[in-house]
C-alpha cells in the first residue's frame, strides 16, 4: 500500500491547484472583464489629502484651501435626496479669510510635470504613453475625446503618476446620460428625452467610427478591454463635466482640465456633482 507521505503530497497537490484556480479567478473578476488593472479606490490611499499632496509634487499652488466632503442642505426646495441619490459632495474649503483678488490654486502651465489636461498638453508630454497617439490621431479625434482617452489609460494604470487625482473621479455622475430609459421617460420632458438620446446616438456613432479604428492603430499603448462603449460614457461624462475653454497668449482656445482648481463650484448653492 502507499505509504501515508505520499497521501500527504497528493492533497497538498491538490490543494495548490485549487488555490492556484481561485487566485486567478478572483484576478479575473477583479478587473471586471479583463484588461488592465484599475486604479486602488480604497479610502486609505484615494482621499482628499492625496490629492493635495499630489497636487503640490506637480507644482500646485494652494495652500489658502483645502479638499472637503460635504453633505450639502438644500437650498431651493424640500428634496430630501438630490437627483442623483448622493447628498455627498466634494469642494473646496478656505482655511482663511479670502478677500477680493486673493489667488486660491494656481496651476502650472508649462512643463511636463504641469498637471493640466489638454490635447496640447498630452501631446507635448512625450514622455507619456499617450503623447504619440495624440500626435497621430489630432486630425481625426476631438481635443475632448483625447483628454477622454488619457483619462482611461490612467484609470487603469495603478502605479502611473496621475492615480492620486483618476482614482477619486466619480464612477456615478448626475448627468441623464446616465440615466436608466425609464427614468428618464418618466420625467415627461420630450426635448430633454430627445437631447439625451441624440447625445448617446453621436457618442456611441463616434466610439465605433472613430475611437476603435484609431485605438486599433496603436495596440501597443491602449488595451481595447479597458476602453469598453460603458468606460468610454464614463471618461467622456467626467470630462465634459469638467472641463473648461482657455485661450493661450498667441494660441487659439483649447478645452482644459485643472486638477483641483476643478473643484470649485461656480453658484453659491450650486449642489454640483459627486467629485
Not at 498637471?115 to 499617450?130: F, G, L
Not at 483628454?147 to 487603469?156: G, I, T, V
Request: net charge positive; proline share 5%.
Amino acid at each position: 500500500g502507499w505509504q501515508w507521505h505520499r497521501w500527504v503530497a497528493i492533497v497538498v497537490a491538490v490543494v495548490s491547484y485549487l488555490l492556484l484556480v481561485q487566485a486567478l479567478v478572483l484576478r479575473k473578476w477583479s478587473r471586471r472583464g479583463g484588461g488592465r488593472p484599475r486604479v486602488n479606490i480604497d479610502p486609505s490611499v484615494c482621499n482628499n489629502e492625496a490629492l493635495i499632496a499630489w497636487g503640490k509634487r506637480k507644482g500646485i499652488v494652494a495652500d489658502n484651501v483645502a479638499v472637503a466632503d460635504f453633505l450639502w442642505e438644500d437650498s431651493e426646495g424640500d428634496a430630501e435626496f438630490w437627483v442623483d441619490g448622493v447628498k455627498e459632495r466634494r469642494g473646496l474649503i478656505a482655511l482663511k479669510n479670502i478677500r477680493k483678488g486673493d489667488i486660491l490654486v494656481s496651476v502650472p502651465w508649462e512643463g511636463t510635470n504641469s498637471p493640466i489636461v489638454s490635447a496640447q498638453h498630452i501631446r507635448n508630454n512625450t514622455a507619456h504613453p499617450v503623447s504619440v497617439f495624440a500626435q497621430d490621431e489630432e486630425s481625426r479625434l476631438t481635443q475632448v475625446e483625447i483628454m477622454a482617452l488619457f483619462l482611461l489609460h490612467e484609470y487603469h494604470n495603478p502605479s502611473g503618476e496621475w492615480a492620486p487625482y483618476v482614482c477619486l473621479l466619480p464612477r456615478a455622475m448626475m448627468s441623464t446620460m446616465f440615466w436608466k430609459e425609464a427614468d428618464l421617460r418618466a420625467l415627461n420632458n420630450p426635448s430633454l428625452y430627445n437631447r439625451t438620446v441624440n447625445l448617446l446616438r453621436t457618442l456611441e456613432w463616434r466610439y465605433r467610427g472613430f475611437i476603435l479604428p484609431a485605438l486599433k492603430r496603436h495596440p501597443d499603448v491602449f488595451d481595447l478591454r479597458d476602453v469598453s462603449l460603458e468606460n468610454w460614457l464614463w471618461a467622456m461624462g467626467n470630462v465634459n463635466a469638467r472641463n473648461w475653454g482657455v485661450t493661450p497668449p498667441g494660441g487659439a482656445k483649447i478645452n482644459i482640465m485643472s486638477p483641483v482648481a476643478d473643484l470649485f463650484n461656480h453658484r453659491q448653492f450650486d449642489r454640483g456633482g459627486p467629485w
